[in-house]
């Protein structure tokens, strides 16, 4: 392994989590492809990657369809090198209580997150394969477990566990591990938005939050892109199939 290139993939990285996993990746040493819907969105997280001493590669790509995935993943190959590595992070909210939930609003959910890390995910194991090393991690969340004006994201994110364990079975004799993180309430852009959705005050909105996790904090985008850097370790070998709740306690 040590030989081989160490390229990440992570989708959805232009802010958020999936950002500062980017940004935990490069300083682990791998170069990192960084993907989102809009190319120009994935260039202030390459620039942050860059101004490190990374290196980072800004790529736009829609993970719900299939030949944009495609064309992605094979230009992260041809100008970073195989990757060995996925983070399936890409993900947008679409909330509303199930008789005011459109078709649309279920459909666009279901596309990003179960289809996207679908695509993603096949479109990266034959390089894994071939190479017999890969760490692909999901991003689920506490939301899985149900929460109210949710039942496509809740349902979006069940699924990708079990996608995870399905996909574990499969690659592990190829050296492939396959796991899911699962974080509760984190600080970030798609939280503020649920917060403008319910008319509360960010500030007062993370305190009543906070308030209901054990360790008495919101979570913060390095938590999570700290479990995935031990996710993806050499040393996380023994690891997979796993669903790891980072929510600051045992339960949402």
Known sequence: MSESPRVAIVTGAARGIGAATALRLARDGFAVAVLDLEE???????EAI???GGRGLAVGADVGDAAQVEAAVARVADELGAPVVLINNAGV?????LFKMTEDDWDTVMNVHLRGSFLMSRAVQKYM???????????????????????????????LQGFTKTLAIELGKFGVTVNCIAPGFIASDMTKAT???????????MAARAAEVPVQRAGQPEDIAHAVSFL?????????????YVAGGPKA
């Open 195 to 205: 917060a403008e959705r319910l008319g509360v005050g960010w500030d007062d909105f």
């Open 129 to 159: 394969v071939e190479m017999k090393y890969g760490r692909i991690v999901n991003l689920s969340s506490t939301s899985a477990l149900g929460n109210r004006g949710q039942s496509n994201y809740s349902t979006a994110k069940a699924g």
């Open 93 to 97: 909210t679409r909330d509303n209580l």
């Open 50 to 52: 860059e101004a490190a």
């Open 40 to 46: 120009s969105a994935a260039k202030g997280t390459v």
């Open 232 to 244: 993806v370790s050499e040393g996380a070998g023994f690891v997979s199939g796993q669903v790891i």
